[in-house]
């Protein structure tokens, strides 16, 4: 393969770097008035690049093995992109004043960090690995610190990028003794080198807490309520959907691909780290005023649940996690969505303030209900069908206890889900939030979220098109 | 595919639903009632020609084919068993395409006036839609899930559409009574239902019941608690199918029901959802006669109970509606008793064995339209009287003519009279009833009698008796064309269906079959129908005391009959003293002071412990880093001590 073919079969990171240098021009040239249409070219152009590469093309490898490609993970890009594009439409934070006074870098950073993403998932060799990470880790800090005027915006950047140098530290610091016991860090040939040796696991285990903390399992949890909290509502929903998304995808590639001789090892070491971040999650949850901190915990239970469909190492495992994943997209970006629309036009962010909201904002509550539903799993939303697929996927592989367990915590998580649905519908308020007015593109979000929530769970097209794709995976 | 335009019928329901639903009182009241009907003019139209076209083409050498135009895998549950959404047309699918289709349509019509003005009409448009779209996918069901869904979604849009008047706390009382009663028996249902299916692997109606029933083997051969899991899954069903159907004891929700307006009444409570019982029995009838012939027994002997039980607290009800509801429930007795007393699937010349199939089959369209039509020409009355108690009654047949005549031809109809068509599907259940034993016919004749009595007690009470007494100082009309239109309808319907040669298209085996008429049966059946009329007209034609004494002599049992036999206090008993007293009591002792206890002790501890591991979630970045570092070096110290 010459390397112009090369390229060409990186269509997908080619595609997108082109979007990304197309609205860093159009950045530096559009004068003030141009500078208005921003947010409308950003979504066409990523939309365009979405469409493009909606549905995945066949499996291969170029630059001799650096970069791999499986249609599998050419959904996830589809499901990352997807996300991406109802984050943007909710970014109308990102047009005043108040976050940056070049808007155009708001994108630009977010879709590098997408790009960062795609390498993540698409390598085939750790180099291009960590690259991949750190391209998208830095900008995220960025993007945390965004609201310039914030003291907490810039603190959440802060503790991000600390936080992340020091798991990178880590992480670097296994793959240094992955390459030092086997000689290789192409995918491909490490894993007839890796065995339960008691370097080898010191050096996975080094290597793995650097993924637990961008999914933020507990106990490497601990920078996400912070950060979640401080940074701009929008970039918390990026980190809590696509970041997440992509982090647990590439996780469960690499123990599938290259640590599958050490299967046990990781299973049980994944066994605990579910049922703590699961329980803990959820206490911690229920304690919650501020909303996006409530929602910080929530995710860090649900990142839980998606890791229970890695546990089993199957391929039905692997569909039911990016199906999972997908339902979450919907599910969570409606919730943020709501509290996006509210934080901009109130500030307000704590539970309470949410009381007889319905009195006044009836189809936002309604939004954040069915988003309230599918996270706890109720049925006929999406999000029951991802838990009941997640929990089959589990059952198969006779993880009977650990199932057991999640069930439990889903009835607690259902607890704090609907205290929320409770202050929105029950409660009482002498002066709740006012009626409020959306712009057409938060509504397309919203509707596009509900879309979802309603619609991904029963039409089981979605589920059967991910199972399609899953066995071919892996080899 | 064959007859894929099916598709439609349920497709259309479905879009007028989410058509008016979303629209709200964006639209106006009118509109929301002509889209409503026009798309199901356009349901009844296809289903007429969907059971024109299946008659006169599905017939190979004398056996009408199965079909299913639409079948799709909805969900994978497990390796083999799948569930399914689709469409099955068979002789009596179709039969109860038409009749659905034709009194929906009629009562959205009726509608029209009946509602006129009402606050929430669209939204009661929106929900005649629902409940038309339900009650159609339950009746074209491929699976037996399939109908379980339909099934509750059709409870789901009765409760909505008792509880129409929702600011009447009768109402909301009667749609959530209705609710938990037939959520109850769905209850026993459902666990029938994968009983079933965990035996046979499959939901699908075909796989179930056509062949030679080896799939049910596996159900046959395991046992509990002295009968076989097939016995348990089919008696559990028919549980079901008792729930919806309203057969004694679980008919309680069925007069209460009443609260809702009466054109829905009509609707649901007289020939579409309450006959679902017996559709689901009827559908499920080659296992219950092939291996479970005890629970067929059963249902015969249910059936014939709940048959006479109605028709003697009919005789002494003086609410209107609440005499035709009790009919009702009588009604479907009856058809249950026909479904109960066939001893086998054949109907030929000489075999009579699946006689009770046909006449129960005939019986449930029949009934379906002259009970619509008493309905009907009930909420005429009422919308002329305000009033549904017969006291305010008396004389009204100088007022209102067509409503007169029609509600009599129905009452005949009912009675069993010739050559109304009630007349001749009953005489078909009463030579099945009196094949299977006499005992069985005598009582089902007695309750036929009882059944002409109450009716025309009804009839005389509200158009004959005393004079109309004038309150509020204007007269009763007869009511709008949109009204009266579906009455002589019906009425029309209900003077020839007796006619249709029911036979030739249903029968429990497919086979055609020629109705004759037993002759002893028949006479007998008139005789005692004009006894019992006669009787009625002594008693009730001219306003006397006869009724009161007669009443006064009997007091006891008037009264017991009077109070619907306080079945409804026997269920407050139970609930009320023992399941609260006995059983809630105690538990909610034990989750105040137990659960909640622990729960708070649970609160405090928690509290206890965030205050004192405050500094784990300190917002200082050191100590983060420190956690991570420890738990990293923890995990690897674990999982290599584990390792060796």
Redesign the interface.
Known sequence: MDSFSNFLFMRSEVSLLVVILALLVFDLTAGKRGMRYFQPIAIILLAIHTILHLLPHEAGIAFGGMYTYTPMAGVVKTILNIATLIIFLQAEAFNSERMSNKKGEYYFLTLVTLLGFYFMISSGHFLLFYIGLEMASIPIATLAAMEKQSKRSAEAGAKYILMAAFSSGIMLFGISYLYGTTGTLYFADMPALISANTLQIMAFVFFIAGMFFKISLVPFHLWTPDVYEGAPTNVTSYLSVVSKGAAVFALALLLYRVFSNIIEQWQSILYGLIIISITLANLFAIRQKNIKRFLAFSSISQAGYIVLGIIGGTPFGMTTLVYYIFVYLFSNLAAFGVITIIENRTGKVNIPDYKGLYSTNPRLSFVMMLSMFSLGGIPPFAGFFSKFFIFAAAMEQGFYILVLIAVINTIISLYYYLLVVKAMFIDKNEHPIPSLRTDSYNKASLIFCTAGILLVGIFSIFMEKIELFSFAMIQ | MDMDYTLLILLLPLCSFLFIGLSGTKLKPAVAGIVGTLSLTAVTLLSYYTAYDYFSSQNISGVWQTLTPYNF????VGEKLHIDLGILLDPISVLMLVVISTVSLMVHIYSMGYMKGEKGFQRYYAFLSLFTFSMLGLVLATNIFQMYIFWELVGVSSYLLIGFYYTKPAAVAASKKAFIVTRFADFFFLIGILVLSYFTQTFDFEALLIGDGSILSGAMGSTFIGASALTWAMALIFIGAAGKSAMFPLHIWLPDAMEGPTPVSALIHAATMVVAGVYLVARMFPIYIGFTPEVLQGIAYGGAFTAMFAAVIAIVQTDIKRVLAFSTISQIGFMMVALGVSTSMQLAEHEHGGLGYMASMFHLFTHAMFKSLLFLGAGSIIHAVHSNEMADMGGLRKYMPITHITFLIACLAIAGIPPFSGFVSKDEIMTAAYGFGTGMGIWMTITAGLTAFYMFRLYYRIFWNKEYEVHGGHLPHESPRSMTIPLMFLALLTLVGGFIPFGKFVTADHTQYTIHLDTTIAIISVVVALAAIGLATILYRKENDQPARLAGRMQGLYKAAYHRFYIDEVYQFITKKIIFNGISRPFAWFDRHVIDGAINGLGWI?TRT?EAVKG??S?S?Q???W???F??LL??FL??L???
């Not at chain 2, 895998?73 to 994978?76: A, I, R």
């Open positions: 895998t909805w969900l994978h928690t965030s784990f979630q917002g970045v100590w983060y880093a956690v991570f570092l738990a990293t995990i690897t999982t290599i584990f390792t060796h």
